[in-house]
Each structure stands twice: as structure tokens, then as C-alpha cells.
């Protein structure tokens, strides 16, 4: 069966693979369409992600010399939709031809167990593209309960991708008041229609001073730009004591990071959000599955409009070109979409 692969940095080939084998609790899914994360998968087509360079210790949970991954790197993906086309005989769901999102990777089908798809399924008539949004939805949303907003919250959301879109509605429908700031004017015309009291296009000056010409700087910022340089604006950004959410992933050295300026002045808050885990303050009530049912329910709902965000589905065999156009041209695409056709 087919499977995307990073052979190397820049180098990407669908190469083939041998099916799993059903074994006991396992169902076998049929790949439909499978999304792909733009910031993360990009570092693993640059070869910048630090798993590349550094080793994860999981027990110690520390960075250290050694290497996590290596080339090549097989279905890489983690945003996927497919059909249960077979169960194993001690499996009661999900039904055969029941519509499924989760996490299997960019590849043609995968042998899953079936309690990691327990409340993954689709609804009667739900467009299935909607299913590649969940892990990044859970994202979003994941960096909205860190920025703990409060009706009435002025915040700003830096960065108008898929994931800073996501997280513009899902500010917007817990109550704050959302500045978007980015460079690209069609994204920043999204960010309206998902609710944004404003826009800032970051190319005209600087959001901090935008933002205190009204009030007095931001609450909470969220930064999903992945940039250093928009880390440390956002910084600028939030009042005394603001919050600062940063959501973004953020690759090598923190050039243009000043953290004696701003930072250290007006005692701001700085906050990660990283999808492997919720917020501390929450992790009594929520987790990450939480976090993909409840924006799936959303979306079912008819709350985020996650469809409007596809900008390119493509036959998986056109993998090598879209991740090139995805590399030179990221303005140009808003979310990147594999079919997976027989």
C-alpha cells in the first residue's frame, strides 16, 4: 500500500508498504483523505525538527545528545479520515463502513486498536474532509483554555493559519474580543469571517502599538506563527502582567528574542502549549481526547466552518510537488489535503 515518506531533507517519494495484520482489538481503516500540519511536517521536509538532532527522553523528559528519528521517515502524518473496512472477531465497533478520523499517518490504510477510535466516528451526512481537522482543532482549542479567557477578554492571535484561524473562532465563541494579525490579506478576510473584531496586517507596523492605541495592550496574546520575531512581539503586546500563549513551533536559536526588555518590565507571563499534554490547571477535568471530541462537536455543530480552510486536496501520488509548493510558496496554501482513491 501506498505511504508518504521523507527520504531525506527536501526529498519526498510515496513509496509502498506491506498491510498490517489484523490482530485482536485492531480494526482496519481505509484512508479517504489525510491533512497535513503545515509547521510540524515542514521541519521534517527541512530537517529541522529537533527529533532529527537531538533524542527525547521520555522518562526524564529532556532533550539530549543522541537522535529520536532518522531518515527516511514513513507516514509522518497525524490528521486522518478513512472507512473501517475489516474487524477483528472480538471487535464490537466501530461498524464496518462507518466513517472514522484519527491518527494513523499518511499512508493508504493502518490497522488501529479500536478503543483509540471509540467517539471518532462521523455523523450520517458529515462531509468527511471535516475529519482531518481534529488533532489541529484540538490544538487550537488547547491554546485557548492555556490563554484562560474570560468574556470581555481583549486578546490578539498571531499567526493566521489553519491553527490561528481555528483558535480566532474558538476565542471568539468563549467570549473574547480578537485582534488577527498576519501578512497575508486572505487569511486576515478569514479571520473575519471566523469572527475577528479586527485585523492587523503585521507588514503595516507593530501590533503592541496597534493594540494600545485602544486599549491598553492585550490581556493574552496567542502566537501560532511559529517566529521568533512574533514571540517577541507578542511580548510587547499584553499589558502588565498579560498572558502570552506560546502555541507556535518555534525551530533553532531565539534570534530577536529580547527577553530584557518588555518581558522583564512588565512581568509578563509566558505560557507553552504544546498538544502532548492540557494545561496544568486543567488537567483534572480535561485531556487531550476531550480536546478533539469537543471541536469535532463544534464543527458538527455547524460552530467552525473547519471546510472553508481547505485550500488544496491532491491525489497522494502528487505528494513530491505539493510539499515543494508547500516549502516555496506557504502563503499560497491553507490546508493541504491527500486523497487516497483505489
Known amino acids: 500500500m501506498r505511504v508518504i515518506t521523507f527520504e531525506e531533507p527536501g526529498r519526498v517519494r510515496v513509496s509502498l508498504e506491506e498491510p498490517a495484520d489484523l490482530v485482536p482489538g485492531t480494526v482496519r481503516v481505509r484512508t479517504l483523505y489525510s491533512g497535513v500540519s503545515a509547521g510540524t511536517e515542514l521541519t521534517a521536509y527541512r ?33 486522518e479520515v478513512g472507512e473501517v473496512v475489516e474487524a477483528a472477531p472480538d ?40 475529519g482531518v481537522f481534529a488533532r489541529v482543532g484540538a490544538i487550537a482549542l488547547n491554546a485557548v483554555h ?14 493566521q493559519g489553519v491553527i490561528g484561524l481555528l483558535a480566532t ?13 498576519d501578512a ?34 492585550a490581556d493574552s496574546v496567542i502566537e501560532l506563527s511559529g517566529s521568533n520575531a512574533g514571540l517577541h512581539e507578542a511580548i510587547r503586546t499584553v499589558r502588565r502582567g498579560g498572558r502570552v500563549v506560546a502555541a507556535g513551533f518555534y525551530q533553532g536559536d531565539g534570534v530577536g528574542l529580547r527577553l530584557g526588555e518588555e518581558f522583564h518590565h512588565n512581568q509578563v507571563q509566558l505560557v507553552s502549549a504544546q498538544i502532548g499534554g492540557v494545561a496544568s490547571w486543567l488537567a483534572h477535568r480535561w485531556d487531550v481526547e476531550r480536546l478533539q471530541r469537543t471541536f469535532m462537536e463544534l464543527v458538527h455543530r455547524g460552530e467552525v466552518d473547519a471546510r472553508a480552510l481547505v485550500s488544496h486536496v491532491v491525489p497522494v501520488d502528487a505528494a513530491p510537488a505539493a510539499f515543494d509548493l508547500l516549502d516555496k510558496h506557504q502563503s499560497e496554501v491553507l490546508q493541504l489535503v491527500f486523497e487516497f482513491k483505489e
Do not use: C
Not at 55 to 70: I, N
Not at 103 to 121: D, S
Open 47 to 79: 530537517g529541522t525538527n529537533p527529533y532529527l538532532t537531538r533524542k527525547w527522553d521520555t522518562e526524564r523528559r529532556l532533550f539530549v545528545e543522541g537522535q529520536t528519528f532518522a531518515y527516511p521517515l514513513a507516514g509522518w502524518g497525524y490528521q
Open 91 to 130: 471487535v464490537a465497533g466501530p461498524p464496518i463502513g462507518s466513517m472514522v478520523w484519527g491518527i494513523w499517518g499518511h499512508r493508504a490504510e493502518a490497522v488501529v486498536p479500536a478503543a483509540k477510535l471509540e467517539g471518532h466516528l462521523l455523523p450520517p451526512g458529515a462531509d468527511p474532509l471535516t
Open 146 to 159: 492555556a490563554a484562560d479567557l474570560h468574556l470581555g477578554d481583549q486578546i490578539a492571535i498571531f499567526g
Open 169 to 181: 473562532r474558538l476565542a471568539v465563541l468563549s467570549g473574547a474580543r480578537v485582534v488577527a494579525a
Open 184 to 217: 497575508i490579506p486572505g487569511r486576515l478576510e478569514l479571520a473575519r469571517r471566523f469572527g475577528a473584531a479586527e485585523t492587523f496586517d503585521i507588514a503595516s507596523g507593530s501590533v503592541a502599538e496597534f493594540m494600545r492605541k485602544r486599549v491598553e495592550g
